[in-house]
């Protein structure tokens, strides 16, 4: 069983960081989830938020077997805007 | 190599870099030019004979012809004196002209007196040393061209850039 690493773990550009504000072209966020030794983490949900409230995020699936997910994320403001990341607890039966 | 014994399963786990985005909002796109609006112009070249071993030179005929929505007096010469002082000049090629060039080049022969005596031929005739360069002269000449083309294509569509009052703006009632 592997545990999630938060320095290991990382959100990266899946496309070019510039989107047109149009509230249809998206920018793609990817999720890399890693544990300690540096091996990816499968079946974990990140939760993504922005720091502007006209920012619509498609939330990513659970992370793949690279520990790996896309997430979306559209305005039709313009202007720079934040992304953050947190791992959602897994829920306990 | 570190172990991996902490069970953070039940825990918020917040990952530390952020990213960000820029959303903008694009200037207007210019409108592709037309498929074929009618204008060109036809390059004809003709290349002396060159043999590696007994030639040293070749020479090198670029003609316009056939210009429709442009002229066809594309290359822009410079009289230069044949030697230092002499009074006796000829014209020598320069470059393809830009559309600015196209405006302020006369035809055929400089204006007099006009300094730098800049004017436009249909047609570029050069010697050069080798094949490589007369490849490579052509391409460039091509490519000039087209983007002479291109440039006169785009600037017959005129998109709004701005406006401004000089003066106070008229009030309205």
């Not at chain 2, 490519?143 to 294509?153: A, G, M």
Request: hydrophobic share 40%; proline share 9%; glycine share 6%.
């Amino acid at each position: 069983m592997s545990y999630v690493s938060p320095e290991n773990s990382k959100l990266l550009y899946g496309t070019r960081p510039h989107i047109v504000a149009d509230g249809v072209q998206q920018g793609v966020v990817k999720i890399r989830l890693r544990d300690d030794n540096e091996q990816p983490v499968a079946g974990r949900q990140v939760e993504l938020t922005a720091d502007r409230e006209d920012v619509t995020i498609v939330q990513p699936g659970l992370t793949d077997a690279d520990g790996a997910a896309l997430a979306y994320v559209t305005s039709a403001v313009s202007g720079p805007v934040s992304i953050s990341g947190r791992v959602v607890p897994v829920a306990t039966p | 190599m570190s172990c991996n014994t902490v069970n953070n399963d039940d825990q918020i786990i917040e990952i530390p870099d952020a990213i960000n985005l820029n959303f903008y909002t694009p200037q207007i796109e210019p409108p592709p030019p037309q498929p074929d609006n009618g204008r060109r112009l036809k390059l004809t070249w003709q290349v002396s004979r060159y043999n590696f071993h007994s030639v040293d030179g070749i020479r090198v005929r670029i003609t316009a012809t056939d210009a429709a929505l442009m002229s066809d007096k594309v290359f822009a010469y410079m009289m230069l004196p044949l030697k230092a002082g002499a009074d006796s000049k000829a014209g020598a090629f320069d470059h393809v002209c830009s559309p600015t060039d196209l405006e302020e080049y006369p035809e055929d022969d400089p204006i007099t007196n006009s300094r730098p005596a800049w004017f436009r031929l249909n047609y570029v005739d050069v010697l050069l040393r080798s094949r490589a360069e007369v490849e490579s002269f052509i391409r460039d000449v091509v490519e000039d061209v087209q983007r002479l083309k291109n440039t006169l294509d785009l600037m017959d569509d005129l998109l709004p850039g701005g406006n401004m009052w000089i003066g106070l703006p008229p009030v309205t009632p």
